[in-house]
């Protein structure tokens, strides 16, 4: 990844992630390495912590569901998300949170 743990191509962004599942509450908990960790309530079974982090970031990020795919780990805690047609400003606002 062009900064470790994301990338942009134009307009779609590619992003690392490292999952926990069945945590307490949905949650950024930061970089880790070169993903970023997110909690997730949601269990690891029949893609229920996958939908659950496609709701979550389309929260955070205030986009659509259908703008995300899951490229890689698919049944695994690290994953790589494709974003498109992603706002400039609204990344860079995560990214403050993210990165304080």
Known sequence: MQN????WQETTLFIALKITPKSKKD???GLYGTSLKIALQAPPE???ANQALISFLAQQ???QKHQMTLLKGD????????IERLDFTRWHAFLE???G
């Open 61 to 63: 990020l205030y986009i």
């Open 4 to 7: 470790g743990w994301y990338q």
């Open 46 to 48: 029949k893609g229920k």
């Open 27 to 29: 949650a950024v908990l």
């Open 97 to 99: 949170t993210v990165t």
């Open 75 to 82: 049944t695994a805690s690290k994953k790589i998300i494709k």
